[in-house]
């Protein structure tokens, strides 16, 4: 996840580029990572972002895969030009 966030970022100009992590846990564990990125994303039916380019997309598969093995919940959210997953562990 942050390996896709500093990827997106490095498509914008200097002073657009921005990354925040944001970690905490108690009652659970929760890890939010956002990021600015070029509003250009395609996301499947259930809200996971897709890549269009070969061999792209492998690590979004892998977090989904071990959400889904661990009980977690996940969300991947978009809002202007920010980027943002949360993974929830209870």
């Known amino acids: ?3 896709n966030a500093i990827n997106a970022c490095m ?4 002073e657009d580029r921005y990354i925040e992590i944001q970690a905490i846990t108690y009652p659970c564990f929760m890890i939010q990572i956002s990021n600015s990125f070029d509003g250009n994303i395609s996301l499947d039916k259930n809200g996971v972002p897709v890549s269009t380019k070969s061999e792209h997309g492998l690590g979004t598969r892998s977090i989904v895969a071990f959400c889904e093995k661990a009980g977690a919940a996940y969300e991947f959210k978009t809002n202007d030009r920010k980027f943002s997953l949360r993974i929830v562990i209870e």
């Open 11 to 14: 498509k914008l100009s200097p």
């Open 1 to 3: 996840a942050i390996e």
